[in-house]
Nanobody, 119 residues
Framework: QVQLVESGGGLVQPGGSLRLSCAAS????????IGWFRQAPGKEREGVSC????????TYTDSVKGRFTISRDNIENTVHLQMNNLKPEDTAIYHC????????????WGHGTQVTVSS
């Protein structure tokens, strides 16, 4: 079955860390750029980070620069998003998606994982 499955979300206090994973099955994710998006209640979905298919390009939205790091593990067919120094405004459902390039529209979405940052 061709799918993306996110994991690693949860409840964390401000200043804490989480590591999200986007596991691909039924296809090789290495041939795609993988993007992370998030959507908070009442807000539009926003792009958080992206890694190109050749891993040479990584992008981050300004609000997460210096706190989040995207990486790829081709052996596990997985892309990770390490999130440090989390803030309440990072609370959202996080989705990953495949792209032909980070600048192109998403092709396939995962179902998402909830991240809640609260004391």
């Amino acid at each position: 079955q061709v799918q993306l499955v996110e994991s690693g979300g949860g409840l964390v206090q401000p200043g804490g860390s989480l590591r999200l994973s986007c596991a691909a099955s039924g296809f090789t994710s290495a041939v795609y750029a993988i993007g992370w998006f998030r959507q908070a209640p009442g807000k539009e979905r926003e792009g958080v980070s992206c890694i190109s298919s050749n891993d040479l390009e990584t992008t981050y939205t300004d609000s997460v620069k210096g706190r989040f790091t995207i990486s790829r593990d081709n052996i596990e067919n997985t892309v990770h998003l390490q999130m440090n120094n989390l803030k309440p405004e990072d609370t959202a459902i996080y989705h990953c998606a495949t792209h032909n390039a980070c600048s192109s529209r998403p092709l396939r979405w995962g179902h998402g994982t909830q991240v809640t940052v609260s004391s």
